[in-house]
């Protein structure tokens, strides 16, 4: 199964955009792709799709602080939301894209389809955060709390790399066969801003950092393709049943694997998913 990049023969052009995010384009192919990655993420956590697709241009979305982006200090949902809006921009640039989202990637994609849907040929969910009428995990007080408590301490037990390894442990086990490719995976993905996961725990489900977070779901009318993990599908009902009104526009597909499908252990499913929906609602 894929664990590390294959190199390919022509490397990606990175496209610097002004907002410091970057995007890495492979391919040209006349259907053009975004591809959205989740919290510590990068252009990275899409090669396996991005080497199994032909007749694409793939553009791998890299936001502040991330990968081949400027580096920052800190950023939130909001940065990250204006980010992708710049990426589709230059994306959807010439015709409609596809556009595909992990995680916070997911929920950013919503949130594009339901503001720009002139734009988005079709959306592909891996796993995606939904969090509808703004609901909150943890609300008040608490949220508050959290957002000032969070970095300092996770920047503590960042120092000797302890923080990583529990995430590690408990979010990325799951998606990988190899634990090899497990481990560096995760040295790529820590090296992003730290105390990203802390944070967007409750930024995703908070709304109060300058997100317009609402269910976004019931707003756009595009093919949708909802891939999550067989164990935990669905991961939330609400989208489930919001994405369902679509109807035969609607695709869902359950895969074994843990929240990181479109590496290693469920690779290929999610490459072989993928391709059939973009062939499916190119013609």
């Known amino acids: 199964m894929p664990c590390d990049a294959k190199n390919p023969a022509v490397p990606p052009t990175v496209l610097r955009l002004p907002s410091g995010a970057a995007l890495q384009r492979s391919g040209s192919g006349q259907t053009p792709l975004l591809f959205l990655h989740g919290v510590g993420g990068g252009a990275w956590s899409w090669e396996p799709q991005v080497s199994a697709l032909d007749g694409v241009t793939a553009y791998a979305w890299e936001a502040r602080g991330h990968g081949a982006a400027d580096r920052v200090a800190d950023a939130g949902l909001a940065d990250y939301h204006a980010d992708a809006r710049e990426a589709l921009d230059v994306v959807a640039a010439d015709g409609p894209a596809f556009v595909i989202g992990h995680s916070m990637g997911g929920l950013l994609a919503m949130a594009l389809a339901a503001e720009r849907p002139e734009a988005i ?12 009428d703004g609901g909150t995990h ?10 000032v408590a969070l970095p300092p301490l996770v920047r503590d037990l960042e120092r000797n790399g302890a923080f990583s390894r529990a995430i590690g442990r408990f979010v990325f086990v799951r998606s990988f066969a190899d634990r090899g490719c497990m481990e560096r995976a995760w040295a790529r993905q820590r090296t992003q801003i730290p105390f990203e996961y802390p944070k967007m725990m409750f930024e ?7 997100f317009p977070n ?3 779901a019931r707003e756009f009318s595009m093919p949708t393709l909802l891939l999550e993990p067989s164990a935990s599908a669905p991961r939330f009902p609400t989208l489930l049943a919001d994405l369902e009104r679509l109807d035969d526009r609607f695709t869902h597909v ?9 590496l290693d252990r469920s690779a290929d499913d999610v490459s072989r998913a993928l391709k059939d929906f973009v062939t499916r609602w190119s013609q």
């Open 121 to 132: 040929r079709g959306l592909c969910l891996v796993d995606p955060v939904y969090a509808p």
């Open 138 to 147: 943890a609300g008040g007080l608490l949220a508050a709390l959290a957002r």
């Open 204 to 210: 995703a489900f908070d709304g109060t950092a300058g």
């Open 214 to 216: 609402r269910a976004f």
């Open 254 to 262: 359950a895969v074994d694997g843990g929240h990181y499908l479109q």
